[in-house]
């Protein structure tokens, strides 16, 4: 079984629609959850970092983890054609930088 | 954000050769980097943990002396493919760690490498 699951897509959506973005962990000890947005050829950038449980909101991004369930989500609301991008989960059991597991990644397309 | 840079962004190598990857961190300091491999429709895997001034960690199952790393300074670290073979190709990517900010959300990325061996 893979640290994290991530559905690769491909996700297609209309201009201005809601996306949500999932991951699914095993480890328990995950404690930081980060989303990064990745455009082609490209390294990641962080979009979203949270520790533990709960929501986070900035902008149009909300990310929410639950531990209990293992499951953790990205919304994007009012998506833009510039969101169009592949989204990966990360996660980590210290705070560190190191050993971070990521998500195969979601691949994101904004329909104008 | 901090700016990590990577070169280069793709190479294109016969099979046999070796490759040298460059990773930069441009307007902070790093001691530690890391450098992924990801192979398509794959997640990032860390290869290899690089420590300036002192020999690099590497994960399981990943091969020290095919995959060379040098980090000889607080912003520079190297990643060399040596003998590359076709199973070689993927996509690089080095990420740098600030050295006054380690936390998760001061790990910043470089915008990749692939590496195509014919």
């Known amino acids: 079984q893979k640290e994290v699951e991530q559905d690769p897509g491909p996700l297609s959506v209309p201009e201005g629609a809601i996306v949500s973005l999932n991951c699914t962990y095993s480890?328990?000890?995950?404690?930081?959850f980060m989303w990064y947005r990745q455009y082609s050829r490209k390294g990641p950038e962080l979009l979203m970092y949270?520790?533990?449980?709960g929501n986070k909101e900035d902008g149009r991004f909300t990310a929410q983890v639950d531990k209990s369930s293992k499951y953790i989500s990205l919304f994007i609301r009012d998506s833009q054609p510039s969101d169009s991008a592949t989204y990966l989960c990360?996660?980590?059991?210290?705070?560190?930088?190191?050993?971070?597991?990521f998500g195969t990644g979601t691949s994101l397309t904004v329909i104008p | 954000g901090a700016v990590v840079s990577q070169h280069p962004s793709w190479v294109i190598c016969k099979s046999g050769t070796s490759v040298k990857i460059e990773c930069r961190s441009l307007?902070?300091?790093?001691?530690?980097m890391f450098w992924y491999r990801q192979f398509p429709k794959q997640s990032l895997m860390l290869m290899a943990t690089?420590?300036?001034?002192?020999?690099?960690?590497?994960e399981q199952g990943v091969e020290k002396d095919k995959f060379l790393i040098n980090h000889a300074s607080l912003t520079l670290s190297t990643l060399t493919v040596t003998s590359a073979h076709p199973e070689d190709s993927s996509f690089y990517i080095c990420?740098?760690?600030?050295?006054?900010?380690?936390?998760?959300?001061?790990?910043?990325f470089g915008s990749g490498t692939q590496l195509s061996v014919l």
């Open positions: 990420s740098a760690r600030d050295l006054k900010l380690t936390t998760n959300e001061k790990l910043f």
């Open positions: 480890n328990s000890a995950f404690q930081y």
């Open positions: 949270t520790y533990s449980s």
């Open positions: 990360a996660m980590s059991a210290s705070n560190t930088g190191n050993q971070f597991y």
């Open positions: 307007d902070f300091q790093a001691t530690t």
């Open positions: 690089s420590n300036e001034g002192s020999k690099a960690t590497y």
